[in-house]
């Protein structure tokens, strides 16, 4: 039967967040494992954030904001706005809730486990039952290479930038160093149908 087949689905951000929520929706979830991009993970105010594993996250677990497609639904921005206040950086916008997971995967990695180890245990508290997997473990940090020569880190682009600047490189530190994540080559090679999902 067509519900019988493992799928893994190639993943990164909001658009392949949406294409899981449907997939999930008629799909058995334990049938189904999304490898998701970490390319664009970066460290903000001492925090590990990782935006394509939490849109995914919340997305799946029906807590997204669904006005923008990421961020938690229900947010408040207490933080931001008293860092607003007294001068912090708030070009990228963390919600109070969005912040507790970002604390809690920072304590934890400082604690030595994983970026797969933390995946697991959020997916886990919030009842998610289908697996999601870093690609890598590694750390792999998307850079690009604007007009005036200088590069620039992808949330930088991204959201300071407001992605209005020309691109003229793209480069991927890390990535000659970095190897698949626990379980990536094996749901890979398991599967019955590999989906490469749709990005923004």
Request: charged share 20%; hydrophobic share 45%; glycine share 8%.
């Amino acid at each position: 039967m067509v519900e019988d087949r493992r799928i893994a689905v190639i993943a990164g951000g909001v658009g392949a967040a949406k294409f899981l929520r449907g997939l999930l929706n008629f799909y058995p979830n334990d049938l189904v494992t999304a490898i998701v991009n970490i390319a664009d993970d970066f460290r903000l105010h001492g925090l590990a954030i990782s935006p394509d594993l939490d849109t995914v996250t919340y997305t799946i677990s029906s807590q997204v904001n669904s006005e923008t497609g990421w961020g938690r639904s229900g947010e408040s921005w207490r933080v931001m706005e008293e860092l607003a206040k007294i001068g912090g950086h708030t070009w990228f916008s963390l919600g109070d809730l969005d912040l507790a997971l970002h604390l809690y995967r920072t304590q934890r990695l400082a604690e030595g486990a994983t970026l797969s180890d933390v995946t697991h245990e959020i997916c886990a508290a919030w009842g998610i039952t289908a697996t999601l997997l870093p690609a890598t473990n590694e750390t792999v940090s998307t850079r690009l290479q604007v007009s005036d020569k200088s590069w620039l880190d992808f949330q930088d682009y991204f959201v300071a930038q407001q992605h209005n600047v020309p691109i003229a490189d793209v480069r991927f530190d890390g990535i000659g160093d970095a190897s698949p994540g626990p379980g990536v080559i094996e749901s890979l090679e398991a599967a019955d149908v590999v989906i490469i999902a749709p990005s923004n």
